[in-house]
Each structure stands twice: as structure tokens, then as C-alpha cells.
T-cell receptor
């Protein structure tokens, strides 16, 4: 199994600022995934982060808006830049370990 | 067009009923996951399937690779099964998610 510590659990930010979300895994994993979940909707994959290479972004998501770092096999950050109210959502990370997906507890972001 | 389609979107059942949630996909996959998300809670992985059938307690998941279809069954449903169930497929380098099925089990 894997335990993921995701921080912060929630934040309220001003328009135009940035928020960085951290995920720490208790084991080494190759791929880490970042998602957005808007109210009442399912998960939308933002990007896949592999250690030692650039993250792969899904259609509609760009590096300038969602820069990702993956400095080692247990840690990753997602930054949501130049915040607008439309970025208000829950952001989650996950990893796949031994055929199961494990998720962080999520970061609820509200942009004023 | 969504790569993953789930049905039904919403489902209400009486306690004890047998429940089926369906997932169809249009891409080639290496694995399919069923996830459970309780209101206000985290996401839990129920199953990963690449072929055949898996069972865990009252939950059964099946997949037909040729038909690109998977089902999640819940036997003897209970109010604590009330949650959103999400189907996710992995192509080898990319995940696609269904829109989820919201299940409510009434005592």
C-alpha cells in the first residue's frame, strides 16, 4: 500500500496569486498523477509527473498555469498560478502501487 | 466524446438490493480501476482489473476486454455503500475517468 500526505488541505487565495500543493508518498513511485475535481464532477487528470523528466500535461492544461516539480521518487508539487475564481476546485494527487491507486486527501482551493 | 462512459449516472436502491454499475471505454487499455468516493471523503481504490473477475466481500468487478466493458456489482447493498463510484482506465501512459455513478442506498 501507499500513504500520501497532501498539504494544504484547504486554502483561500486572492486572485492573481499562486498556490503550491505538496504530496509526499511513504514509498518510492515512478509516476505521480495530479487531478482537479470540480464540485459535483468526476476527476480530471491535469498531468503525469515522472521523476527526472518533464511532466506530461493533458489537453487543456499547460505548464505555465500548472507547473509541477518532481525532485525525487517520493515527492511532488503542483502550483496553480495566476489564480482566478475559475480555479476554485479540489486538487488531488495519486500514485499506483501494486495494482491499486492511492489518493491524497485533496486540497480544497477557493479563490476570491 | 468521452473515452469512458458510465451508467447509470445516479442510482437509488433499497437496502439489500443487488446493484450493477457499468463502464464502457473506447481506448486500448492496460488496466481498469474502480474507485469509491464517499461524500466529503477521500477516494479509495476498490479494484484493478486487466482481465476476468475479482471479488472482495460484497463487491464483484468484471471486465470483458473484447467488448471494452466492465461492471461493478454490489450484493446485499447497505446504506454505507452510498458513494460515488468512478471507473478509470489506464492506457499505459494516460488515465481516463468516467463521470461517476452516484449511488444512494435507502434503509
Amino acid at each position: 500500500s501507499a500513504v500520501i500526505s497532501q498539504k494544504p488541505s484547504r486554502d483561500i487565495c486572492q486572485r492573481g496569486t499562486s498556490l503550491t500543493i505538496q504530496c509526499q508518498v511513504d514509498s518510492q513511485v515512478t509516476m505521480m498523477f495530479w487531478y482537479r475535481q470540480q464540485p459535483g464532477q468526476s476527476l480530471t487528470l491535469i498531468a503525469t509527473a515522472n521523476q527526472g523528466s518533464e511532466a506530461t500535461y493533458e489537453s487543456g492544461f499547460v505548464i505555465d498555469k500548472f507547473p509541477i516539480s518532481r525532485p525525487n521518487l517520493t515527492f511532488s508539487t503542483l502550483t496553480v498560478s495566476n489564480l482566478s475564481p475559475e480555479d476554485s476546485s479540489i486538487y488531488l494527487c495519486s500514485v499506483e502501487v501494486q495494482e491499486k491507486l492511492f489518493f491524497g486527501s485533496g486540497t480544497q482551493l477557493s479563490v476570491l | 466524446k468521452n473515452e469512458v462512459e458510465q451508467s447509470p449516472q445516479n442510482l437509488t436502491a433499497q437496502e439489500g438490493e443487488f446493484i450493477t454499475i457499468n463502464c464502457s471505454y473506447s481506448v486500448g487499455i492496460s488496466a481498469l480501476h474502480w474507485l469509491q468516493q464517499h461524500p466529503g471523503g477521500g477516494i479509495v481504490s476498490l479494484f484493478m482489473l486487466s482481465s476476468g473477475k475479482k471479488k472482495h466481500g460484497r463487491l464483484i468487478a468484471t471486465i470483458n476486454i473484447q467488448e471494452k466493458h466492465s461492471s461493478l456489482h454490489i450484493t446485499a447493498s447497505h446504506p454505507r455503500d452510498s458513494a460515488v463510484y468512478i471507473c478509470a482506465v489506464f492506457t499505459g501512459n494516460q488515465f481516463y475517468f468516467g463521470t461517476g455513478t452516484s449511488l444512494t442506498v435507502i434503509p
